[in-house]
């Protein structure tokens, strides 16, 4: 089975902090993303990449940045950490070809609460 | 711009009861549909996915309907069972642009009555 796997469920930052999310896949999946997910606005993308040192913006990328170094490893890194980013963050992967491309493989969340 | 619906927010159903979660889209083009089921405190889960090229596909307990004349895609649930409870969500996919994006509507939260 994938597994997506980010490193902390729950984290309490004050603003300011430079915060980093980590996430690891282990099926070699080419492409990988990062949401926040918030009630009432469902699953926002922030940045995805579809290869290594590659990045795209999504729809919210403001106030985030994004570090691909490695094919199993996307990091989401909020330079100045501020209280309107509280918010539950997903990490998911997807392969570029298959019978399955499209589908996303999501991480449990990291639950970030910013004070 | 586009975007993908969900026409009721919450539903609740007996259990034993069949379910039916429904969602609207606006891109014509899209040609690929997935529904995640998130149970609380945990990240989405696939369910069940369509391509265009099916108006129908089963799982097991669940079926997934499309109609590309109306832009609909329901996500029908056999013996709701308690542990179906959970916030369901549909997502589409444009794969011909080369996106590898999802985009997703904003949920339905179904909770089953015992």
């Known amino acids: 089975d994938v597994k997506v796997t980010q490193s902390s469920r729950y984290l309490v930052k004050r603003t300011g902090e430079k915060v980093f999310l980590e996430c690891v896949q282990d099926?070699?999946?080419?492409?990988m993303f990062w949401y926040r997910q918030d009630p009432g606005l469902g699953l926002r993308l922030i940045y995805f990449?579809?290869?290594?040192?590659?990045?795209e913006k999504g729809d919210i990328p403001e106030g985030y940045s994004v570090s691909r170094e490695k094919k199993e490893r996307f990091s989401l890194i909020l330079e100045s950490a501020s209280t309107n980013q509280t918010s539950m963050y997903l990490c998911a992967s997807s392969l570029t070809s298959g019978a399955n491309t499209g589908e996303l493989f999501f991480g449990e969340g990291s639950r970030l609460t910013v004070l | 711009g586009e975007s993908v619906g969900l026409h009721l927010p919450t539903l609740s159903v007996q259990e034993g009861d069949n379910s039916i979660i429904n969602c609207a889209y606006s891109n014509s083009a899209s040609d690929y549909f997935i529904w995640y089921k998130q149970e609380s405190g945990k990240g989405p889960q696939f369910i069940i996915d369509?391509?265009?090229?099916?108006d129908k596909r089963q799982g097991q307990r669940v079926t997934v309907l499309l109609n590309k004349t109306v832009k609909h895609l329901s996500l029908q649930i056999a013996a709701t069972q308690p542990g179906d409870s959970a916030v369901y969500f549909c997502?589409?996919?444009?794969?011909?642009?080369?996106?590898?994006?999802?985009?997703f509507g904003k949920g339905t939260k179904l909770s089953v009555i015992p």
């Open positions: 369509i391509r265009s090229n099916m």
């Open positions: 099926m070699d999946h080419e492409n």
């Open positions: 990449s579809y290869d290594v040192k590659m990045k």
């Open positions: 997502a589409e996919n444009y794969s011909g642009a080369g996106s590898y994006q999802l985009t």
